[in-house]
């Protein structure tokens, strides 16, 4: 789970958004109730918000993560996309704001997400008391990457973990999507943007030759 590999998912974000699965967190009345938490009579902000003005948190709609799920969330943000030389982790870039924001919206891709995310924290939980007596949040490194380690691949997960993997699979898309649109994630990708140049010498040699076009 380097940054490497994450930056190919986020670039892969728009071919695998409709993939993930939507099933996890309605198959029993537990996971129903999951599901209305954080829900409100929230009608959205509408066709034309303001992006100009800053957004503050809970400004559109109550948000959902309680402080204890916050917690959980960045320690999980930040075992997918970690500090290192380039740039902080995804926690402090915001990224956790960003799902709490997400799981909380009133639309319909949304609301279908909250049960998978607000589940997949509790089986964190839970799974990390059965295993050693503690909260996820609270383990070791080592026994939170072992965790993980079981969920992070679908293709690989045990029968009775798939409904984890395929919440682990939407968290970490989220997070992708939610460091790399942060300035913090565009900087790490040497991202310019929309910004005007003084000059423009055209497309490097080196690749017009390699497009056989020079």
Not at 66 to 85: K, Y
Not at 176 to 192: E, V, W
Request: aromatic share 8%; proline share 5%; charged share 25%.
């Amino acid at each position: 789970m380097d940054r490497r590999t994450t930056i190919k998912w986020v670039l892969a974000v728009s071919a695998a958004w409709p993939a993930i699965h939507r099933g996890f967190g309605q198959a029993t009345a537990a996971a129903a109730a999951v599901a209305r938490q954080g829900d409100s009579d929230a009608q959205g902000y509408g066709t034309d918000p303001d992006l100009v003005t800053a957004h503050k948190r809970g400004e559109y709609w109550p948000l959902t993560l309680t402080s204890a799920q916050r917690r959980l969330a960045a320690v999980l943000c930040d075992l997918i996309i970690p500090a290192d030389e380039h740039s902080a982790g995804a926690s402090a870039a915001g990224v956790v704001d960003f799902i709490d924001e997400w799981v909380s919206a009133p639309y319909p891709r949304n609301r279908e997400d909250r049960p998978i995310v607000l589940k997949g924290l509790a089986w964190l939980d839970t799974e990390g008391r059965r295993r050693a007596g503690s909260a996820f949040a609270d383990l070791a490194a080592g026994a939170q990457h072992a965790i993980c380690d079981e969920i992070c691949d679908a293709r690989r997960a045990a029968p009775k973990q798939r409904s984890a993997a395929q919440f682990f699979a939407l968290y970490r898309d989220l997070t992708a999507a939610g460091f790399y649109s942060s300035a913090a994630g565009r900087k790490d990708l040497n991202y310019i943007g929309n910004v005007p140049l003084a000059s423009f010498d055209g497309a490097p040699p080196e690749l017009l030759k390699k497009l056989n076009l020079a």
